[in-house]
């Protein structure tokens, strides 16, 4: 450490006093001497100084001194000098921690006399300087700038830096003196070439030492960050499926170097997403005048494409602005997931169908423009087409017997191979309870559901839609395994809306019973309370009531309904209400005074208060109390009169009214009518309209026949052979408007035709069969098989008359079998009727 010497004069007052008595100002001698070791030292380090009074000094001359030391304000312990008389003194401090102070020696009096000081200050070396990089501008004109990181220890010392630069080529060196803390400094483009190697680095330099960074080597082109790019061009490739030919140039700055190769990046995205490609594909070594050609790309979809360059490992530039472009079309490719919601019309025998489709992960549409095409046939064509869309449903009617359907995606290239969508029935299978919906986040739904053990469950399936919209395109869908009793359902859920998610359990046989939850992703207080109004007063108490709260005004899940009342002078009372029932009953009211009150209603979100309303009770007078009671009487009186009587009656009508006969079936017979009743039923002629004949009525069912190769009904093809029996039913003429087997008369027996009942009779004889009655018989009663019908009135039978159950008197005759009399048999003569009509 460099020993600096450092004299402070300090005049006396009696030296002072001596100049201005006459005495000349060059004779002034300083009356001590102050040395330090250094006036900048390590910040911490001791520091040790010197003070010496001139033996001479007229202030001191004869007297004894006594020196103190002070820093700044804060007095030193001294040390006399070894060997040395009282005037001089020495001070060291072992550590100085103050960065900038003032050391002063003084003469210890009242006041102390300063005899001189020193200003002492205290920092850090400089630390070699950090991350020097270099970046050329390629605009004009061309410049070289440099920065670095100066360390993170503060000096509190003045650095100062310098940059220093050598160009190997040319044998030349610069030197750059920053300004204080200036830590970049822009080289011009004299001082530097742009495909020449040269040496850089910067020197820091302060009192207490100095440092230089490590050198770096570059040229100065690598070093240049260019502007954005441009695509001129992004198209298709001829006849290569999934590629986009990419044209570029650089900005007009720099087309001086089109010559020259370059590192080329694109990153690409579809059209319909937020998010580019994760990594960016890398072209090496290309000059810009040649196009660049991005392959294994989706078939049909429009890009996206963004571009940057750098000369070697030179910074990359800014990504350009946006060029879209759309590959080649071909036919959409992989399958699509699909939920179908099926309802039964018994009275038309028709299935209708609501078909929900998706593209599943595999799915490819290969194209910008799709529809939608479901058939009743695999093969394609216009034959057994039920619609083509380009929305994501479709509703239709089929056939009962209908099993399948085939959806396909089309585009202008092709079609996709059909997707077997299997027609499931809704089955009355209730396994599915305690289903829940919360919101996980603004964009998410939670769902929970619970399930039993089921054989032949095959899987869930989660449908939500929103409430205030009937738009099926709306209608999302989500399928689940067996095991999975909850499900993270995303979309565009819009606040405040409700949206009503079912949960349904799939079978390999159909589609099991849902079971539904609203929900909303975000609630709030409703936006109005329905008005209350009194329905009713009796007595002491008051019902109110009020309409149930439009949907699209609830903003969240009803959580209660409060009613606060109060009287004039009494305290406010609440009552809770059922959500469901929206009503309430207010008891033990007072008729002294009117009351008021008003509605709140609350969802999770908030509350809202309604209007306030105003009633009273009026108190009953006598006449209102004895009509009450007379009015009782008289209905209690009435109801013990009409109770007798019909115990004690001995009238049929009016018994059958309370004790209803139970008909017995095994008993049962159609032939019990009289003579009479036979030549009422007789038709005199063809124009003569039969008399009603009051008979059960007849079921005339088509069984299932195979199709010959001449039918072409698309839905025959994938139909299964199914033999239902009642499959079509064919009315009876007795009964107008019957269109099947929901009556209230009993069916006691089946005729079987050899073929459709809209057929021509065939000549081959018909089935009878016994049918099972549809009323249960009496339990004390046994069950039989009927007998043989007969003809009361000839008392005789042959047999051919022998038609539903054996017959003791039935004796084959060996003569021929005379006609059969129809007239006598009006039941079966029904049947010959339509065998001649068909």
């Known amino acids: 450490m460099i020993s600096t010497r450092v004299s402070v004069i300090v005049m006396l007052v009696a030296l002072v006093n001596g100049a201005r008595n006459g005495e000349p100002e060059d004779d002034i001698q300083p009356c001590a001497k102050l040395n330090t070791s250094s006036s900048v030292v390590p910040l911490g380090s001791p520091v040790t100084a010197t003070c010496v009074i001139r033996e001479d000094c007229p202030a001191f001359v004869g007297q004894d001194v006594h020196i103190e030391w002070r820093l700044e304000d804060r007095l030193l312990p001294s040390i006399p000098a070894a060997n040395q008389s009282s005037r001089v003194s020495e001070v060291v401090i072992p550590s100085f921690n103050h960065t900038r102070a003032s050391l002063t020696c003084c003469v210890q009096a009242s006041p102390a006399q300063v005899l001189g000081g020193v200003e002492i200050r205290a920092g850090y070396p400089p630390e070699a300087p950090q991350n020097l990089s270099c970046q050329t501008n390629l605009t004009y004109p061309n410049t070289l700038t440099c920065s670095w990181d100066p360390g993170q220890q503060e000096t509190h010392l003045l650095t100062e830096y310098t940059l220093h630069t050598e160009i190997w080529d040319l044998n030349k060196n610069y030197s750059y003196k920053l300004l204080p803390g200036v830590h970049r400094y822009t080289i011009p483009r004299s001082d530097f070439v742009l495909f020449s190697e040269m040496k850089i680095c910067v020197k820091a330099v302060n009192e207490l030492g100095e440092a230089t960074s490590v050198p770096i080597t570059m040229e100065p082109i690598s070093a240049a960050k260019f502007d954005p790019p441009a695509i001129t061009k992004l198209e298709a490739v001829p006849k290569k499926n ?17 010559s020259c190769r370059l590192n080329l990046e694109v990153r690409l995205k579809t059209a319909d997403s937020s998010e580019w490609s994760d990594h960016p594909i890398l072209v090496s070594w290309i000059r810009p005048s040649r196009p660049v050609d991005q392959c294994r790309l989706l078939h049909g979809t429009q890009y996206l494409a963004q571009i940057r360059v750098r000369y070697h490992q030179s910074p990359w530039s800014e ?167 909850s499900l993270l359902i995303t979309g565009s859920f819009e606040p405040y809306k409700p949206y009503g998610i079912s949960v349904y359990p799939r079978f390999k046989d159909g589609i099991g019973l849902p079971q539904t939850a609203n929900a909303y992703s975000r609630q709030k207080a409703p936006s109005m309370v329905p008005k209350i109004r009194v329905k ?303």
Not at 243 to 258: E, I
Not at 377 to 383: A, I, N, V, W, Y
Request: aromatic share 8%; with cysteine.
């Open 536 to 838: 009713k007063t009796w007595q002491l108490r008051i019902e109110l009531t009020w309409d149930e709260l439009p949907l699209d005004q609830q903003n969240g899940i009803i959580q209660s309904y409060k009613v606060f009342y109060r009287n004039e002078n009494g305290p406010v009372s609440v009552v809770n209400a059922d959500p469901e029932e929206r009503r309430v009953v207010l008891k033990d009211l007072s008729t002294e005074s009117p009351y008021e009150a008003f509605l709140m209603v609350s969802t999770s979100g908030g509350s809202l208060n309604g209007s306030t309303i105003h009633f009273g009770i009026e108190p009953l007078d006598a006449v209102s109390v004895v009509m009450i009671v007379t009015a009782s009487g008289v209905a209690l009186s009435l109801l013990i009169i009409v109770t007798v009587m019909t115990c004690f009656s001995n009238h049929r009508r009016l018994k059958g009214r309370f004790w209803p006969a139970v008909p017995d079936p095994a008993n049962s017979s159609i032939k019990r009518w009289t003579s009479q009743s036979t030549q009422d039923t007789h038709l005199g002629s063809d124009s003569e309209e039969p008399n009603p004949m009051y008979l059960s009525h007849l079921s005339f069912l088509d069984l299932p026949v195979k199709p010959g190769k001449e039918d072409d009904d698309p839905w025959l093809s994938n139909a299964e052979d199914t033999s239902d029996l009642g499959e079509s039913i064919c009315g009876s003429p007795f009964t107008p408007g019957y269109s099947g087997s929901n009556s209230d008369s009993v069916t006691y027996s089946t005729v079987i035709f050899n073929g459709p009942c809209s057929s021509p009779t065939a000549k081959t004889p018909h089935v009878y069969l016994r049918s099972e009655s549809t009323q249960p018989l009496l339990e004390s009663e046994e069950s039989f098989t009927p007998k043989c019908y007969q003809n009361m009135a000839t008392g005789g039978m042959t047999k051919g008359q022998c038609f539903f159950g054996p017959c003791d008197d039935c004796v084959p005759e060996e003569a021929a079998d005379p006609p059969i009399l129809w007239n006598d048999f009006p039941f079966l003569r029904a049947l010959a009727m339509n065998d001649e009509k068909d």
């Open 319 to 485: 990504w350009s602005s946006n060029q879209s472009g759309v590959t080649l079309e071909s036919a959409p490719a992989g399958r699509l997931d699909w939920w179908m919601k099926v309802s039964e019309d018994h009275l038309q025998k028709q299935l209708g169908i609501h078909l929900f489709w998706k593209p599943s992960k595999q799915f490819r549409a290969n194209s910008r423009n799709v529809s939608y095409v479901v058939s009743a046939q695999k093969l394609p064509g216009e034959k057994g087409k039920v619609c083509s869309t380009t929305e994501k449903y479709c509703t239709f009617q089929a056939p009962r017997r209908a099993n399948k359907v085939y959806l396909s995606a089309v585009n202008a290239a092709g079609r996709s191979t059909p997707t077997e969508v299997r027609i499931l029935l809704p089955k009355a299978r209730a396994v599915i309870s305690d289903v829940s919906a919360v919101p996980h986040d603004n964009r998410s739904l939670l769902v929970r559901w619970s399930s039993l053990d089921s054989s032949g469950l095959t899987g869930f399936v989660v449908v939500w839609t929103p409430l205030l919209d009937s738009d099926l395109s709306l209608t999302q869908f989500e399928i689940t395994a067996r095991n999975q009793t």
């Open 242 to 258: 999934g590629c986009l030919k990419l044209s570029w140039r650089l900005s007009q700055h720099q087309s001086w170097m089109r």
